[in-house]
Each structure stands twice: as C-alpha cells, then as structure tokens.
C-alpha cells in the first residue's frame, strides 16, 4: 500500500481492494499464516485463486486480520498502513459487494 494512503483520511473503494489484496499477498508469503485463513474460511486454494479479487473475498482476509490483533499489527506495520483503516477497509468492501 502506498505511503499516500497514510495521509488519507477518507479511502475509496479502490484503497480497499488494493489494501485486501495487499493483506491477501502478505497471507499467502506464509504457508503457515495462508492455512490457518483457509481453515477460518473454508475455502480451498482453487476457489481464492478464483476468487481473489472478489469484494467478499478481500472482505474476509481484512476480516481475518482484524481478528488477530498481533497479525493484524504486523501487516499494517508492513504496509506502512494504520491499523485503522482496516476496518473501514472492511465495511467499504462490504459495502462493494453488497452492489455486485
């Protein structure tokens, strides 16, 4: 996520996708991190690389992230992101979604 997106007050619909795609990215660099998502979602990897792009998908890797603080902290520290904007990343995307 680019350092723009700190200074931000407001995100987009787009700053959401790119911050879950970012999120989904950071998962799948851990094959540990990538499988404790699939158990939470019950997806397999066939239907996220399907689906990765999905509104609902990037949904539930913020999703996932959020309820992991320590996981969460790390991503955000990594993508130079507050923590914060990933809930309204979340409902943002939730609210994208809710449209398709």
């Known amino acids: 996520v680019h350092t723009f ?3 931000k007050t407001k995100l987009t619909v ?6 879950g795609l970012k999120a989904l990215t950071f998962l799948a660099e851990d094959e540990g991190r990538l499988a404790k998502f699939l158990a939470f979602t019950g997806l ?3 239907d996220l690389r399907s689906r990765a792009g999905e509104p609902s998908t990037l949904q539930a890797v913020l999703e996932y992230l959020a309820s992991d603080e320590s996981l969460l902290l790390v ?7 507050p923590p914060e904007h990933i809930g309204t990343a ?4 939730e ?5 398709a």
């Open 14 to 19: 787009e700053d959401a996708e790119i911050i």
């Open 5 to 7: 997106m700190r200074l």
């Open 90 to 93: 979340v409902t943002l995307l």
């Open 95 to 99: 609210t994208a979604g809710s449209r």
């Open 75 to 81: 991503f955000a520290a990594g993508a130079n992101l």
């Open 44 to 46: 397999d990897p066939a």
